[in-house]
């Protein structure tokens, strides 16, 4: 979080705008609330602190943009370090593209070394576009996004908290752009984001596919009927080729794994079956 904040106060605005911090802490313990408040007693820029004892990342997010005063409002996680001219960047990309709001990279930043498995499967590069890329809402994240305060004018809950911990997000866009509104990729406004030991287990992969799968189901699209027939399927397909991709290579086991597990997580949702809940992550 220290990090996090440092970076945040020293960013680039060459006098174009202000801004504020604000800090959503998604625990009752309020956890985050010493190091905030040590860094807003040395700080020149205004730093808000609410907490969401509620855990449910859609509601903390929520809570964050209840907070926030200015045109633009920009989103963050807690483990990723965004680069000085982070905020320049989207805020001149959403200006220059007339867009309502602007992604940009998030990329791994390993504090030890994976396992060769996960560099080789490349499970925490995320696609790339051009800047000025138009996004569709399957290609949308919350990580590292900038928007127009005014597209949420009126709903009472931009995110939507039957999502728990996993979709929220890809689903406030897939409304946002179902609305008209229009989404531009800056691929010089990057964040690294700090990927812990226990995220390059395999079990943790496995879990959050099993996870990820079930929210699919969440997206009430006129394409869901289409996911559920492709995940039938391919789960028999995937299930016959796994003993031979284990002898080609550790890192297609893994590709292949995970995505069986992204189909049979979806089917054991239909099915009101959850193998994996929330906080096992």
């Given amino acids: 979080m220290k990090r996090l ?73 807690d483990d990723e370090i965004p680069e000085m001219n982070w905020l320049l960047g989207l805020l001149q990309a959403c200006l220059f593209y007339r867009a309502d709001g602007v992604l940009g990279p998030v990329r791994p930043y390993f504090e030890h070394d994976p396992p060769s498995w996960v560099i080789q499967g490349r499970f925490f590069d995320r696609p790339a576009h051009a800047t000025g890329y138009f996004l569709n809402w399957t290609e949308t994240r919350s990580g590292n996004v900038l928007f127009k305060k005014d597209i949420i004018q009126g709903i009472k809950n931009p995110f939507r908290a039957e999502f728990g911990t996993g979709s929220e997000d890809v689903d406030f866009f897939r409304r946002m752009i179902g609305q008209g509104r229009t989404f531009v990729w800056c691929a010089e406004a990057a964040v690294a984001e700090y990927v812990p030991p226990a995220r390059c287990r395999r079990s943790y992969q496995i879990k959050k596919a099993l996870l990820r799968g079930g929210n699919a189901l969440k997206h009430k699209t006129p ?20 003993p031979f991709l284990y002898i080609a290579g550790d890192h297609l086991f893994m590709k292949y794994l995970i995505s069986f597990c992204d189909h049979a997580g979806k089917l054991l949702k239909l099915l009101h079956i959850n193998p994996v809940r929330e906080r096992d992550l």
Avoid: H
């Avoid at 807003?40 to 964050?64: C, D, H, K, T, W």
């Fill in 5 to 77: 904040l440092d970076r945040l106060e020293g960013q680039i605005t060459k006098g174009l705008f202000t801004y504020s911090i604000i800090i959503a802490d998604n625990d009752a313990r309020q956890s985050a609330g010493g190091v905030v408040a040590a860094q807003a007693a040395a700080s020149s820029i205004e730093i808000i602190y609410v907490v969401e004892p509620r855990q449910n990342i859609a509601l903390a997010r929520n809570s964050a943009l209840e907070n926030s005063k200015g045109d633009y409002i920009a989103l963050i996680d």
């Fill in 223 to 242: 394409y869901r009927t289409r996911g559920i027939l492709k995940s039938l399927a391919a789960l028999p397909l995937y299930g016959l080729a796994l």
